[in-house]
């Protein structure tokens, strides 16, 4: 029993070690993405759509396609 209970610490800890991973990587992409908005002059939707893209393309986003404003 002991060998088990050793092992689902085991995996709990590296449950929260990954989902730390992911949470750093969210906040370095948002940073990143705020930092190109302001050094480029881009608008912050623009910033908010290539963060979409860049937090799909790491499997961890919204796989909805981002809504289109219609032209008028």
């Known amino acids: 029993m002991k060998s088990r209970a050793i092992t689902e ?24 993405s705020l930092d190109e908005c302001r050094a480029h002059g881009i608008p912050l939707a623009e910033a908010k759509r290539r963060l979409e893209a860049r937090l799909v393309a790491e499997g961890h986003g919204s796989k909805k396609a981002p809504r289109r404003r219609a032209a008028h």
């Open 9 to 32: 610490d085991v995996a709990k800890k590296k449950r929260e070690a990954l989902e730390f991973a992911r949470g750093a990587r969210f906040w370095l992409n948002l940073r990143s």
